[in-house]
């Protein structure tokens, strides 16, 4: 594998299983623009299909019944294909009865690859900052995500998220780490911790190491932005397996994007505005050990 200008060379292919709007960049709308702007073959299929995110007061749509999602795997398995995923990507479901769908398609790629990650982005609620958080998802999905999240290679929740999953609020970094290394995938990244006010530290877990990246808050509601960094956090950990880089690219590449999107008063994430800075981020933070 090798990697040019910013871009991903390897023919690398990612099966991605997640909500999907018109409008806006949410889920595949998001993820399978910037994992292609990397160079990286997306086979998306939609766990719902909204004309928005609900976030704007209303929308219509509807949830991908969990045989469809069954269906499209089993297709895509007949003709031979899976064991050309290099990787899984699952974030939104829109019901819990799409879990047992997704399970079985993680353990389908796998069997056809056993060398496929799996990156699961536990979607389910948030905090704004200075209130108490909220879950956003159906009754069941955050029960099913808890039985599953330390099943996947790469974990990426935000503060919230992973105080759910581990019963561990965020209030420290040392005490990020000790719980997503006794929670049990072997990568977590934490997204979102806001420890002083004003400033967001996203932390990635190894085995035997942790960075740190902080960024300044900015003021927009940064739909899908979450979506974008687990694509982009998985693409560029495929091109060679370092952590310490994945993380700083990622970050620096959300944070350009949330920059332009408050610059430009756009309601949705100005991916296709500022598409280059997916590629080649004009301002890197700096990543620091801190394990």
Same mark, same amino acid.
Request: net charge negative; charged share 15%; glycine share 10%.
């Given at each position: 594998?090798?990697?040019?200008? &910013?871009?991903?060379?390897?023919?690398?292919?990612?099966?991605?299983?997640?909500?999907?709007?018109?409008?806006?960049?949410?889920?595949?709308? *998001?993820?399978?623009?910037? =994992?292609?702007?990397? +160079?990286?073959?997306?086979?998306?299929?939609?766990?719902?299909?909204?004309? !928005?995110?609900?976030?704007?007061?209303?929308?219509? *749509?509807?949830?991908?019944?969990?045989?469809?999602?069954?269906?499209?795997?089993?297709?895509?398995?007949?003709?031979?294909?899976? +064991?050309?995923?290099?990787? #899984?990507?699952?974030?939104?479901?829109?019901?819990? @009865?799409?879990?047992?769908?997704?399970?079985?398609?993680?353990?389908?790629?796998? @069997?056809? !690859?056993? *060398?496929?990650?799996? =990156?699961?982005?536990?979607?389910? &609620?948030?905090?704004?900052? /200075?209130?108490? *958080?909220?879950?956003?998802?159906?009754?069941?999905?955050?029960?099913?995500? $808890?039985?599953?999240?330390?099943?996947?290679?790469?974990?990426?929740? !935000?503060?919230?998220?992973?105080?759910?999953?581990?019963?561990?609020?965020?209030?420290?970094? $040392?005490?990020?780490?000790?719980?997503?290394?006794?929670?049990?995938?072997?990568?977590?990244?934490?997204?979102?911790?806001?420890?002083?006010? +004003?400033?967001? @530290?996203?932390?990635?877990?190894?085995?035997?190491?942790?960075?740190?990246?902080?960024?300044?808050? =900015?003021?927009?509601? /940064? !739909? /899908?932005?979450?979506?974008?960094?687990?694509? =982009?956090?998985?693409?560029?950990?495929?091109?060679?397996?370092? #952590?310490?880089?994945?993380? &700083?690219?990622? #970050?620096?590449?959300?944070?350009?994007?949330?920059?332009?999107?408050?610059?430009? /008063?756009?309601?949705?994430?100005?991916?296709?505005?500022?598409?280059?800075?997916? #590629?080649?981020?004009?301002?890197?933070?700096?990543?620091?050990?801190?394990?």
């Amino acid at each position: 594998m090798r990697a040019r200008a &910013g871009y991903v060379f390897a023919a690398m292919n990612v099966l991605t299983i997640e909500s999907r709007v018109a409008w806006g960049h949410v889920g595949n709308a *998001g993820a399978v623009f910037c =994992l292609q702007r990397l +160079g990286i073959e997306a086979w998306p299929i939609d766990t719902v299909t909204f004309s !928005n995110h609900p976030g704007h007061g209303g929308f219509r *749509g509807r949830v991908t019944p969990a045989i469809e999602i069954q269906d499209i795997v089993q297709g895509i398995a007949e003709r031979g294909w899976l +064991g050309r995923v290099d990787a #899984v990507l699952t974030g939104y479901l829109g019901d819990a @009865s799409q879990g047992a769908a997704l399970r079985a398609a993680v353990g389908t790629v796998k @069997s056809a !690859n056993p *060398g496929a990650l799996w =990156l699961l982005d536990p979607v389910m &609620g948030d905090r704004k900052p /200075g209130q108490p *958080g909220r879950i956003f998802v159906k009754p069941g999905i955050p029960e099913f995500f $808890a039985e599953i999240a330390p099943l996947a290679d790469i974990l990426t929740p !935000n503060a919230f998220e992973f105080a759910l999953l581990t019963g561990t609020e965020p209030e420290s970094l $040392a005490s990020v780490v000790a719980a997503a290394r006794r929670y049990g995938p072997e990568i977590t990244v934490v997204k979102s911790i806001e420890l002083v006010p +004003g400033t967001l @530290s996203t932390v990635a877990v190894a085995p035997d190491q942790a960075w740190a990246v902080e960024t300044p808050l =900015l003021p927009t509601p /940064g !739909n /899908g932005a979450g979506d974008a960094f687990a694509a =982009l956090f998985l693409a560029r950990y495929l091109d060679g397996r370092d #952590v310490e880089q994945a993380l &700083g690219l990622a #970050v620096s590449a959300i944070h350009a994007i949330l920059a332009a999107t408050v610059a430009s /008063g756009a309601a949705e994430l100005a991916l296709v505005t500022a598409q280059d800075q997916l #590629v080649a981020p004009t301002n890197r933070f700096r990543v620091r050990r801190v394990d």
